[in-house]
């Protein structure tokens, strides 16, 4: 019988200061939009961009299968080994090891890995959903990668992925996987109405307003966990589109959520979850909540959409 203690709370979610992560953060951040954007080039088009995101494993990020004609490959972050893994279904397979280096260099190693794998893929190098973009050939200002904080970064989204599929289950209208957007960074899971959406004004940075358009194309109630960016921390958030009358005025829980004017969102600090005694608790009555409210102010069928308990 080992004699190791279980592991605490904090350990399970471990501590994510911003500050202390931020340049492997931004680096990260451009290193998932270049293997966002290789599924992306290859992949059937799935409404509100379904056919883009990452998505989480007992090691870190994978794209999935992607289609190259009658062939299938895999890209996989691995955040334990600290390694980029390409295979494909004929069994080869390359290992990209993961260190402080360049995005530039990271982009030309990709490609040039997917080239000797007979894998001749173009995408648009031009980063999105960000301020003041360099193109991923260009790019040499972004090169670091701290190990330990990539690693914390992955176990934060694979609990909440686990705590984000329990809420989804409980939903039996349409309702989004829980997916990471490499383009914002985020964990993500989406409710839906079953209504249309007015237009959404777009005005993302560095994406078409048509993309933004299509993926709020239908009233939402969305949530998701991003380490920070906008804010000066890592942070749950929730949100409706369109916003209801009355929806930032709503009561939610826990105590420690709040509604933050310049996001337009409610907002659950990422501290507050992993030092309190359930974490998983406080994080489903933030996420039920919120999405009470929206549905309340919004008029949404809720006694319809809402999904039987089965034992």
């Known amino acids: ?16 200061p911003l ?3 931020q340049e492997t953060y931004t680096t990260l951040h451009m ?21 883009t995101p990452l998505y989480l494993t007992v090691r870190g990020l994978t794209t999935s299968t992607i289609p190259y004609g009658s062939r299938i490959f895999q890209i996989d972050f691995d955040f334990i080994d600290h390694e980029l893994l390409i295979q494909t279904s004929e069994g080869a397979n390359r290992a990209i090891a993961l260190y402080p280096r360049s995005v530039a260099d990271f982009y030309q190693t990709v490609m040039a890995t997917l080239k000797e794998l007979d894998l001749h893929i173009t995408i648009n190098t031009k980063p999105n959903e960000v301020p003041d973009p360099i193109r991923f050939e260009q790019d040499k200002t972004h090169a670091a990668y701290d190990a330990d904080y ?144 929206a549905a309340k102010f919004g008029n949404w069928n809720q006694e319809e959409l809402q999904q039987l308990t089965f034992k």
Not at 1 to 15: K, L, R, V
Not at 31 to 50: D, F, M, V
């Open 150 to 293: 990539a690693n914390r970064c992955w176990r934060v989204l694979l609990q909440s992925d686990r705590v984000f599929r329990e809420f989804r289950s409980h939903f039996s209208g349409k309702v989004s996987p829980v997916h990471f957007f490499w383009g914002s960074f985020d964990l993500a899971v989406t409710r839906f109405s079953g209504r249309s959406a007015p237009e959404h004004p777009g005005g993302v940075p560095n994406l078409p307003d048509t993309v933004a358009q299509e993926a709020y194309s239908q009233e939402v109630s969305s949530a998701g966990f991003w380490p920070g960016a906008g804010l000066s921390y890592p942070a749950f958030y929730s949100y409706a589109y369109p916003e209801p009358d009355g929806f930032k005025q709503a009561e939610v829980r826990p105590d420690a959520a709040f509604y933050s004017q310049e996001l337009g969102e409610f907002i659950l600090p990422y501290d507050a979850v992993r030092e309190a005694e359930s974490p998983d608790q406080m994080l489903l009555e933030f996420l039920q909540s919120t999405y009470e409210a």
């Open 31 to 51: 290193w998932t939009q270049i293997i966002g954007k290789i599924r992306l080039a290859q992949t059937p088009w799935i409404n509100h961009s379904w056919h």
């Open 1 to 16: 019988m080992s004699n190791q203690s279980p592991p605490t709370s904090t350990d399970i979610w471990p501590s994510l």
């Open 19 to 21: 500050d202390a992560w």
